[in-house]
T-cell receptor
Framework: AQKVTQAQTEISVVEKEDVTLDCVYE???????LFWYKQPPSGELVFLIR??????QNEISGRYSWNFQKSTSSFNFTITASQVVDSAVYFC???????????FGKGTSLLVTP | NAGVTQTPKFQVLKTGQSMTLQCAQD?????MSWYRQDPGMGLRLIHY???????DQGEVPNGYNVSRSTTEDFPLRLLSAAPSQTSVYFC???????????????FGEGSRLTVL
């Protein structure tokens, strides 16, 4: 069975602080896919990134970066110099086939205050 | 390009009533799915379909029924609504497996259902 754990339920930071959202996963599949989605207060779900299990390169996109470590089964997400617009619920998710039967974590609610 | 369209956006039901949440996508996606989102529970998969005529159960299928007669539509039916089905429901679709499949699920805007 696949499982995604986001141990941080809520995080509150002050603008311009760096923040890391943790994601730990469990799977017996040798090939799997990890995702991060953002859900702003407006409620829609926004795709941020997909990472394949055979590609452990970290990725950076502007202020966002992702650290994938198979050795610790973690796929952490860091926001550098956080902004108020980053306030949202962030979900980590896992699947055995890209997007197929995606298993979501319970989400981390991030609040960035001015 | 409308993407994934869900209707209605809000609905209030009484216990025992039935209703259908509609989901339509115009991206020719073969895979479609329904999730429910409850506070502190994340998103849980209800049913999914890998193509017209093919459906399967997800993590929490009880009390829900689906069918897939066309590629575009994937309605979710509540047979006899219960207060435990009060939730926000999301429909999502993606391209089929193969070249160019980033795995990205495209989500609808959600349907908020309250069962009294």
């Amino acid at each position: 069975a696949q499982k995604v754990t986001q141990a941080q339920t809520e995080i509150s930071v002050v603008e311009k602080e760096d923040v890391t959202l943790d994601c730990v996963y469990e799977t017996r599949d040798t090939t799997y896919y990890l995702f991060w989605y953002k859900q702003p207060p407006s409620g829609e779900l926004v795709f941020l990134i997909r990472r394949n299990s055979f590609d452990e390169q970290n990725e950076i996109s502007g202020r966002y970066s992702w650290n994938f470590q198979k050795s610790t089964s973690s796929f952490n997400f860091t926001i550098t110099a956080s902004q108020v617009v980053d306030s949202a619920v962030y979900f980590c998710a896992l699947s055995g086939v890209p997007g197929y039967a995606l298993n979501f974590g319970k989400g981390t609610s991030l609040l960035v205050t001015p | 390009n409308a993407g994934v369209t869900q209707t209605p956006k809000f609905q209030v039901l009484k216990t025992g009533q039935s209703m259908t949440l509609q989901c339509a996508q115009d991206m020719n996606h073969e895979y479609m799915s329904w999730y429910r989102q409850d506070p502190g529970m994340g998103l849980r998969l209800i049913h999914y379909s890998v193509g017209a005529g093919i459906t399967d159960q997800g993590e929490v299928p009880n009390g829900y029924n689906v069918s897939r007669s066309t590629t575009e539509d994937f309605p979710l039916r509540l047979l006899s609504a219960a207060p435990s089905q009060t939730s926000v429901y999301f429909c999502a679709s993606r391209v089929s497996s193969g070249t160019g499949n980033t795995g990205e699920l495209f989500f609808g805007e959600g349907s908020r259902l309250t069962v009294l």
